[in-house]
């Protein structure tokens, strides 16, 4: 890539790939790469999956075998079948079979049906359930994101003044309180002691008599329903964008172009926004993949405090009913959107720093 | 005496240099303060398990520090009674996710190659999976209800963020002239890692074991509210775990029960994360030399 | 070659007077420690169409002035008393005292700086051709056509493929493409003054040669007004037409390069350039100044130069002595000036100390 110190510069750029065949070229391909290694991820965790559920003593089917037979006296084989049927797994098959046709459920969209209430597969729960978690959890992100990077933005622009100090010290503790007890203080400060919520009404995703549609009364209801959720995932992350955010500035505040850029005689929007801004947001994007996992992680609990009938409130439901066909389901759920969402946050990464791609 | 008289030495280097951060050196003055109370407060303050009716959710006073529940029990001595075992199971925890974390960060560092190929594939994996809905899920199958495995539980899967931070910092030192120095001399692998690396990580090494602390912390109360952990101690998860599941905080005189063990567990979090701000000066071994 | 085609600036739109003027500038930075004194009165003219070089050990002040002149000093450094003048076409302004707009459309427009680091001289997530638009939007020039043009023609002056390094991105271009595209850049909205600091520090000495070819031809044939700062006397000897030497914050001599480099008439000018390593001369010439560079906190009473010159007496000690002429348009602060001068010739200057480039040209060809 750099010349050497010797030779004299060649007149053009360097090459950036060496080696020209096309094949060399899309297995280089930054995209590429990071899709193969987010089906790789995938893979690897329904293969946990698969070993979590059929293998360990105890598992989630010898377990529900042992519970048909104590509860509802039924025999073992009927227990069995029965089991077999949830699952969707061929107990008689060889465990290769078994896992090879675990896969191809899993591409087929067949995760089994909900041990609770009978008859309804576990795909259509998620699909009922998951679009509210992706918009208040990626409303979440996406505004505290947004929010932190600006606010440390200006805490490094006006360092060691009253708003930098003010928000230090709200981030710091913000962002060392649990969320979930972030959660409950919004219930009882909010809704309970203050009353200026009506967290009764605010339970749940929609209010009675609202369907889904594209209008404006829908969207209000969403975000009426979402405020306290979303609120808590801002609350909550918005100390530690704001905080890296002012450090990666202040950095980049003293970088050469930096200074360039002033003596170009740019003007300080332009300097803050593209030179300084995006340069410091960079570091950032890396740190969302920690950020996503464990916001969503979280917002199972968070789900389950507010009675927000998100994917991790069936989460909770189901573990707490040992719905294993559930759990399983939207345990993987859960996770393949937090990869898919890193998979986002790398590309958008990508296209950013034009860095990236050659590394 | 002599070695009397070095220890004391050396705990004045490290206090005197904890306090060049103010803010930190607060955090360390709190979280000792909490672990005296959580550990040694027990033996003075006897747990209040008497039922007064005709105290019930009365505010805070000089007789009842921090109110009373709704069985007219006194919230203090839960308070103090209710922390060592959170404690324990996030120190229990923290050590376990600590060690792992640096063990394969640093072979991860020195080894490279394959090894390190390895360890950093299956550690970018397992960061990618919510760990939350993971320990809650995998909780669902098995009976948590020993401390001490609990602590272990919590920590087998909290270690792949530190990991990646020790080996970055592994790599780094590596580059460094005195690491560099002793390959040259060839002094031994056990000779680099104990006399070069782990001084030069100390400070690395108890700030992860801090925030894995608290990290611990975090899951377990969270698996406390959940009601995936039996309820066999009172401790500050259980007491928010009962007061939610028995509706208390949509009642309005009981205030008190729900704030104050959010507080104690609030506090504890932010004082260990404010601590960690003096830490990294108090085991610098460039600073200290200095002083 | 392209250049016939471009359009500069001929330096002779101010009736014969300086387009820049510098008038006891002093700059000054408030530590915990005390003040640091970083200039303490500096009086110069910058002639049209000359090349000034100013010199000295790091420290010296030579890019702190630099930087005042554009005044991209930190915020924490305060540049009074002292008046900056800037003349273009019959106009003056005190550069000091311009508003932030208009400063911010001084720079680049009218003075431009090429700086040390030009490594990370560019937004490394913008191309080339971004930070040249971003350059001429931010004066007022919105012709993407003409900016385009303009860009093509000064890449190829530097000696660059246009096609190939208007698309790239900061990384893909080597250090030495990186600095002729600033140098380039530089030029875009044809600035009267052109401040280069240590123009060619950190690169190798082919693509040194390069761009002191360039920055020749921009003083020969375009008889471009420019600043160098630079530590490397072979260089300034190379481009200057005069030089200033700052010490501790001040000029201490001032005159034209050949008065400078062959007849110096300041201890610390003669120490600098006995310096140089001569690649004929063999080691027993080596020397160097002894002592270090002052404490700009607690400076020296007297001349700031005494605790490290051999000619120095009581006199240095008690009083600081002002510029005072030596020659024809030659001056230099210091007491004993005669003595150096006596020295001189006792010792004459090896004449061919400071011909380091002759010698890379013959080093080219063997390389090439």
């Known amino acids: ?359 | ?291 | 070659m392209a250049k016939n085609k471009l359009d500069w600036h001929t330096g002779e739109q101010n009736n014969g007077r300086a387009p820049l003027s510098l008038e006891n500038v002093h700059v000054s930075y408030a530590t915990r420690r005390g003040k640091v004194r970083a200039i303490r009165g500096v009086t110069l003219d910058l002639h049209a169409g000359e090349s000034l070089a100013l010199i000295g050990e790091s420290g010296s002040g030579k890019s702190t002035l630099g930087l005042a002149i554009v005044r991209l000093l930190p915020e924490t450094a305060e540049t009074s008393p002292g008046v900056i003048t800037y003349r273009r076409d019959g106009r003056e302004v005190d550069v000091l005292r311009l508003k932030p707009n208009e400063m911010r459309e001084f720079r680049w427009s009218e003075c431009a700086m090429v700086f040390q680091a030009a490594l990370n001289a560019f937004n490394p997530v913008l191309k080339v051709w971004a930070q040249a638009l971003d350059t001429a939007k931010a004066h007022g020039w919105h012709d993407k056509d003409a900016i385009r043009r303009r860009l093509v023609e000064l890449l190829e002056f530097v000696q660059l493929d246009p096609k190939r390094v208007i698309d790239s991105y900061p990384h893909e271009l080597s250090g030495g493409m990186r600095q002729r595209v600033l140098l380039a850049l530089s030029l875009l909205l044809n600035p009267q003054i052109l401040i280069l600091d240590e123009p060619t520090t950190a690169l190798d000495i082919i693509t040194q040669r390069t761009i002191i070819k360039l920055l020749r031809e921009l003083k020969e044939e375009q008889h471009f007004t420019m600043i160098f700062i630079s530590h490397d006397l072979a260089i300034a000897a190379e481009l200057a037409d005069r030089v200033a030497t700052m010490y501790a914050g001040r000029v201490v001599e001032l005159g034209a390069s050949d008065d400078i480099f062959y007849r110096p008439r300041h201890p610390y000018t003669l120490g600098l350039i006995r310096a140089v390593p001569t690649v004929t001369g063999g080691f027993e010439q080596l020397f160097s100044i002894p002592g270090s560079p002052p404490d700009l906190v607690e400076l020296p009473s007297g001349c700031k130069f005494h605790p490290r010159c051999a000619f120095a007496t009581d006199r240095c000690k008690q009083e600081e002595p002002e510029l005072e002429e030596v020659g024809p348009g030659h001056t230099a602060a210091c007491w004993h000036w005669r003595e150096v001068e006596a020295e001189l010739q006792r010792n004459p200057l090896h004449r061919g100390a400071l011909n380091v480039l002759d010698v890379i040209e013959i080093d080219e060809e063997v390389v090439s």
Request: glycine letters at 8%.
């Open chain 2, 1 to 291: 005496m002599n070695m009397i008289r070095d220890i004391l030495n050396w705990l004045g280097t490290t206090l005197k240099l904890m306090t060049y951060n103010k803010a930190g050196f607060i955090g360390f003055l709190a979280t000792c303060t909490i672990l005296v109370i959580c550990l040694i407060g027990p033996f003075f303050i006897p747990l209040d398990t008497r039922t007064k009716l005709d105290k019930i959710y009365q505010p805070p006073s000089t007789e009842h520090w921090f109110g009373t529940d709704h069985q007219g029990r006194d919230i203090f001595s839960q308070i103090v009674h209710g922390g060592k075992d959170v404690i324990y199971v996030a120190a229990v925890a923290a050590f376990l996710s600590t060690f792992i974390a640096v063990t394969f960060g640093t072979l991860s560092a020195f080894a490279g190659g394959a090894v390190d190929g390895f360890i950093m594939g299956l550690t970018d994996i397992i960061l990618t999976i919510p760990q939350f809905p993971l320990l809650a899920v995998l909780a669902a199958f098995i009976k948590l209800d020993n401390l001490t495995f609990l602590g272990l539980f919590l920590g087998l899967l909290s270690w792949p963020a530190l990991l990646r931070a020790v080996r970055s910092q592994a790599l780094s030192l590596k580059e460094r002239d005195f690491v560099e120095a002793a390959r040259a001399l060839d002094l031994g692998a056990g000779h680099i890692i104990f006399r070069e690396l782990v001084p030069n990580m100390m400070t690395y090494i108890v700030i992860s074991f801090t925030l894995a602390l608290t990290a611990a912390v975090y899951t377990q109360v969270g698996l406390v509210l959940l009601g995936l952990v039996p309820v066999s101690s009172s401790n500050w998860g259980v007491m928010i775990s009962l007061a939610w599941t028995q509706g208390a905080i949509f009642f309005r005189d009981a205030m008190w029960r729900i704030m104050m063990p959010i507080l104690a567990i609030a506090l504890f979090q932010l004082s260990v994360i404010t601590m960690t701000r003096s830490l990294e000066l108090a085991f610098n071994p460039r600073l200290r030399t200095m002083v």
């Open chain 1, 1 to 359: 890539m750099s010349t050497s110190t010797t030779v004299p510069e060649s007149l053009s750029a360097a090459p950036t790939v060496t080696g020209s065949s096309w094949t060399r070229r899309i297995i280089q391909n930054f995209y590429v790469r990071r899709i193969a290694k987010a089906v790789f991820t995938i893979w690897v965790v329904s293969t946990i999956i698969f070993f979590l559920i059929r293998l360990l003593p105890g598992n989630p089917v010898e377990q529900y075998i042992a519970r048909l037979i104590e509860t509802q006296g039924m025999d073992y084989e009927n227990a069995r079948m029965q089991a077999a049927a949830l699952f969707a797994i061929d107990l008689d098959a060889p465990m290769w079979k078994q896992y090879i046709d675990y896969l191809g459920n899993l591409m087929r969209g067949n995760l089994g049906v909900s041990i609770t209430s009978p008859g309804t597969t576990v795909t259509s729960i998620i699909a009922r359930f998951l679009p509210w978690t992706l918009f208040s959890v990626g409303t979440g992100l996406i505004l505290s994101f947004t929010l932190g990077i600006l606010l440390g933005l200006m805490m490094a622009y006006r360092r060691e003044g009253l708003l930098d100090h003010t928000l230090t010290i709200f981030a710091s503790v913000v962002s060392s309180v649990p969320n979930y007890l972030i959660g409950i203080l919004l219930v009882v400060w909010l809704g309970v002691q203050w009353k200026v919520l009506p967290i009764a009404q605010m339970r749940g995703t929609m209010s009675p008599g609202v369907t889904p549609a594209f209008t404006f009364a829908f969207l209000y209801d969403a975000l009426f329903h979402a405020f306290l959720p979303i609120t808590t995932y801002v609350l909550t992350t918005v100390g530690t964008w704001m905080l890296s955010m002012k450090g990666s500035t202040v950095g980049t505040l003293g970088e050469d172009f930096v200074t360039v850029a002033r003596a170009r005689g740019l003007k300080d929007w332009r300097i803050t926004t593209a030179y300084v801004g995006r340069n410091a947001a960079l570091p950032l994007f890396t740190q969302l993949t920690i950020a996503i996992g464990f916001v969503v992680g979280g917002s199972f609990l968070i789900e389950t405090i507010f009675q927000y009938q998100g994917i991790g409130y069936v989460l909770s439901a189901a573990i707490a009913q040992r719905d294993y066909p559930v759990m399983q389901g939207v345990f993987l759920v859960i996770t393949v959107s937090v990869i898919l969402a890193n998979l986002m946050a790398d590309f958008l990464y990508g296209w950013l720093d034009p860095r990236i791609k050659v590394g």
